[in-house]
């Protein structure tokens, strides 16, 4: 059981766009920035988000991020058949004093 | 670019310890914390702490405190993560990570599988 919560599963057509949430508490998303990792198949996870909302370079700009309260969404637009991967979650857990993850979103391009 | 390089694949039994190195090179070894992040088969991530490499300092998770040691040698910019009394469990990719871009877990290692079974 994750301490944020995300969507196990989400598609979409290629080209489409598509949005995974995040959801968590005061605790964490509440007070914390929030980062997103997309790990492809067998494969280590690639930071994409950082900081609710930036990109580390070379990340295109068809990825993007926000966070509201103590949610978070990644979104992907234009989306291509490489894009389909395990998207995570992360941000720090007050309580907890741990690095915390969503479950993890597998994202099919269809 | 930065590169970290770890160990070999494990294969421990139940009540054993492992150790699992992580070599980092294209950087100051000094500069930047390393965390440790494992993936059991299939599953989500899982945070086991981080190391300071300058001081040697760190924190762990209180799920993993008194069974997760992380240490550093300088002379060769190699981190490790010793995790002890292995379970069946503990069975996943072991990560190390290193920071950038403001604190984020920003740079993986390949991986080092660690299987526990008897």
């Known amino acids: 059981q994750s301490v944020l919560t995300q969507p196990p599963s989400v598609s979409a057509a290629p080209g489409q766009k598509v949005t995974i949430s995040c959801s968590g508490s005061?605790?964490?998303?509440?007070?914390?920035?929030v980062s997103w990792y997309q790990q492809l198949p067998g494969t280590a996870p690639k930071l994409l988000i950082y900081?609710?909302?930036k990109r580390p370079s070379g990340i295109p700009d068809r990825f993007s991020g926000s966070k509201s309260g103590t949610s978070a969404t990644l979104g992907i637009t234009g989306l291509q058949t490489g894009d389909e991967a395990d998207y995570f979650c992360a941000t720090w857990d007050n309580s907890l004093s741990a690095l915390v993850f969503g479950g993890g979103t597998k994202l099919t391009v269809l | 670019q930065v590169q970290l390089v770890q160990s070999g694949a494990e294969v421990k039994k139940p009540g054993a310890s492992v150790k699992v190195s992580c070599k980092a090179s294209?950087?100051?070894?000094?500069?930047?914390?390393l965390h440790w992040v494992r993936q059991a088969p299939g599953q989500g991530l899982e945070w086991l702490g981080w190391?300071?490499?300058?001081?040697?300092?760190?924190t762990y998770p209180q799920k993993f405190q008194g069974r997760v040691t992380m240490t550093r040698d300088t002379s060769i910019s190699t981190a490790y993560m010793e995790l002890s009394r292995l379970r069946s469990d503990d069975t996943a990719i072991y990560y190390c990570?290193?920071?950038?871009?403001?604190?984020?877990?920003?740079?993986w290692g390949q991986g080092t599988l660690v299987t526990v079974s008897s």
């Open positions: 294209e950087y100051t070894f000094t500069d930047y914390y």
């Open positions: 005061n605790s964490n998303i509440g007070n914390n920035y």
């Open positions: 990570a290193r920071e950038d871009y403001g604190g984020n877990v920003a740079h």
């Open positions: 190391i300071n490499p300058n001081i040697g300092g760190t």
């Open positions: 900081d609710n909302d």
